[in-house]
């Protein structure tokens, strides 16, 4: 990826000055700044990947070994972040209250 740096320069630039108008302080408009940028890179890695979150990205190895750890399976086609961790949480409550998940016992 090529950036280029006079164009960036310039958006910065368009930033501070929009962020000066609703400020009066020109620190205040320097410390918003960042926090503007992350929003916008944000915006652009989903726009550029495709994913509309984090959470619709795969589970990462770490969730992955974490589910296996629990006793877990992971489905052929995989899980995204968001089910693995729904996952997770869900293998995390039956360990807390396993009587709960058991089947229930016939009595004859």
């Known amino acids: 990826m090529i950036i280029d740096v006079q164009s960036k320069i310039s958006e910065y630039l368009d930033l501070i000055e929009a962020i000066k108008e609703q400020v009066d302080d020109p620190a205040t408009a320097f410390a918003i700044l960042p926090e503007i940028r992350k929003g916008m890179r944000a915006a652009e890695m989903r726009q550029g990947n495709g994913y509309s ?37 869900d293998l995390e409550n039956i360990k807390k209250s396993p009587e709960v998940f058991q089947a229930p016992v016939r009595r004859p």
């Not at 990205?57 to 052929?76: F, H, S, V």
Request: proline share 5%; glycine share 14%; net charge positive.
């Open 53 to 89: 979150s984090t959470g619709d990205l795969p589970a990462t190895d770490n969730q992955l070994a974490y589910i296996r750890k629990l006793g877990g399976r992971i489905p052929e086609q995989g899980l995204t972040r968001n089910q693995a961790s729904k996952v997770i949480g």
